[in-house]
């Protein structure tokens, strides 16, 4: 019976503590790999129609910190007759990865719960017209104004810690 009890006490104490999916502050893994599936659609979702500056910022801002839209705008917005939009690519910089949102994408904590890092490792490929070496792809999360957004997206030849 001892047992029993200390083992039910050790449990609640676990999942109050947020148990080994939470950060700390409590943001657990499927609602961090959603917000970025959410910030990814929010992105393709410029291609699809022809607004102004101000308008696409508007509506990156809802996923994306100030900083980050900024580099995005001036490396994909275009101007076209009527307005801007941006034209996607498969590379194409500051577009957020397509992960696989399975066991392969790692979740990453920062220590003080001031970041997050989504990341997954990428295989190389050497068929078809375009090859890539193995690789990592990430997405830095931060919060900004008590919301968590896209603070950075990477791709490098290593893991971020």
């Known amino acids: 019976m001892r047992k029993y009890l200390v083992a039910c ?18 943001l657990h893994r499927e609602e961090v790999l959603s917000l970025v599936q959410d910030a990814m659609k929010n992105q393709s979702s410029i291609s699809e129609e022809v607004s102004t500056k ?14 980050f839209i900024e ?7 275009v101007k076209v007759d009527g ?6 690519s498969d590379f194409a910089p500051y577009y957020i990865p397509f992960f696989s949102y399975d066991k392969n994408t790692e979740i990453v904590y920062g220590e003080n719960g001031d970041f997050i890092y989504v990341q997954e490792e990428f295989q190389g490929t050497g068929d078809g017209p375009a090859s890539m ?29």
């Open 133 to 161: 070496e193995k690789h990592v792809e990430s997405v830095t999360l931060k919060k900004e104004n008590n919301i968590w957004k896209v603070m950075d997206v990477k791709y490098e030849n290593g893991k971020m810690n």
């Open 83 to 88: 307005g801007y939009t941006a034209f996607g």
């Open 54 to 67: 101000e308008e696409i910022e508007e509506k990156l801002d809802k996923h994306f910190t100030g900083d």
């Open 71 to 77: 580099k995005f705008v001036q490396a994909n917005v």
């Open 9 to 26: 006490l050790a449990s609640v104490l676990l999942f109050l503590s947020g148990g080994f999916t939470a950060s700390a502050e409590g």
